[in-house]
């Protein structure tokens, strides 16, 4: 437990330091007569890989192209924000840009007359993990089982306005037609929390379950196994195509090589993490911030190794409104070829 919260404390000291470092001199800059003075970045919750990533970058474009910084947020008031100016890059996911069904599914309304993608990064995952003890105690060996319970469990979700609280939602009232107050009365104690409370409160027998999405390779679960044995749960394959017609989401099989607790695939729901831009930022500024990303990616991937995994075909994504800065430098990277 102690050595779990020592990690998480030296990752946010190095963060930290690392971005006093990239802002410790003056930087001088090409003045742009149409460019703001700076850029913020709306992140994700505070130790998560949105919140790692959203500072490199913004150590990368602070340096090449204006000062930049960073401002912790979550996948569905990032998109509120930038859309409204308070932001002017911002994590989420490309499901929530579908703002139809937000609205009529979780009574969330959202705007997007001004928002538009930057890119599309990466898968961004659900992990419905367990712990085995508990699992095999209760019957537990996928997600159908574990909504079935109806006995007391404490369980564990990112806090509201995440893509991870959102997204769990819509797997429960699409999936099963439950919601939060049909587990409660099931005996579920819900709690909302961030990434690292919920590794701490799993570590020391706080939870037994918890739920939140992130990317194929999530340290702080790789630390987690080094203190209890745990289960990643399947969600079954009809529950994911229901969703997948309804919401535009996608599936994703987690293979042994990258979890101890993953012995076989495990097949679970996903969408993609992208960033989001103001619809009215210049085209030239947004074509000069995709091209900064995409001649640093080997410094930013340090922090979080799935961002090495962009690329001009994995950038653009069909569905979503790209802002044409953005376009125009990927399809001419297409053209030359990398």
């Not at 919260?5 to 000291?13: D, E, P, T």
């Not at 989001?276 to 991937?301: A, C, F, G």
Request: aromatic share 10%.
């Amino acid at each position: 437990m102690k050595k779990l919260r020592g990690l998480c404390l030296a990752v946010l000291l190095a963060l930290f330091f690392s971005v006093a470092v990239a802002n410790a001199g003056p930087v001088k800059h090409e003045h742009h007569e149409n460019w703001p003075s700076t850029l913020k970045i709306l992140t994700g919750i505070t130790g998560g890989q949105w919140d790692l990533l959203g500072n490199s970058i913004a150590q990368v474009l602070t340096a090449s192209v204006m000062p930049t910084s960073c401002r912790l947020g979550a996948g569905i008031s990032n998109i509120t924000k930038v859309n409204n100016g308070f932001g002017d890059i911002g994590f989420s996911l490309s499901c929530f840009l579908r703002t139809r069904q937000l609205k009529e599914n979780l009574n969330v309304d959202i705007s997007t007359d001004n928002t538009s993608v930057l890119s599309v990064l990466y898968p961004q995952i659900l992990y419905i993990i367990v712990k085995k003890d508990f699992a095999r105690k209760n019957g537990i060996t996928d997600l159908d089982s574990l909504v079935k319970k109806k006995s007391p469990m404490r369980f564990a979700v990112l806090k509201k306005g995440t893509g991870s609280h959102y997204l769990f939602q819509l797997l429960l009232k699409h999936g099963y037609d439950m919601d939060f107050s049909s587990l409660k009365k099931q005996g579920w104690q819900i709690n909302f929390n961030t990434y690292s409370e919920i590794a701490d409160k799993f570590v020391s027998n706080e939870l037994d379950c918890f739920a939140y999405t992130a990317g194929s390779e999530v340290p702080l679960i790789l630390s987690m196994e080094e203190y209890v044995d745990i289960m990643v749960l399947p969600i079954p394959k009809k529950i994911l195509e229901t969703l997948q017609t309804k919401l535009h989401t996608g599936m994703y099989t987690l293979h042994p090589g990258v979890y101890k607790s993953v012995s076989k695939p495990v097949l679970t729901l996903s969408d993609s993490t992208c960033l989001i831009v103001r619809k009215d930022m210049p085209e030239d500024l947004v074509y000069e911030i995709s091209r900064v990303m995409w001649e640093n990616r080997k410094y930013i991937s340090q922090d979080v190794k799935l961002f090495e995994y962009l690329t001009p075909e994995t950038a653009l994504k069909k569905g979503v409104d790209i802002h044409p800065g953005s376009m125009k430098f990927w399809n001419e990277l297409k053209v030359k070829g990398k």
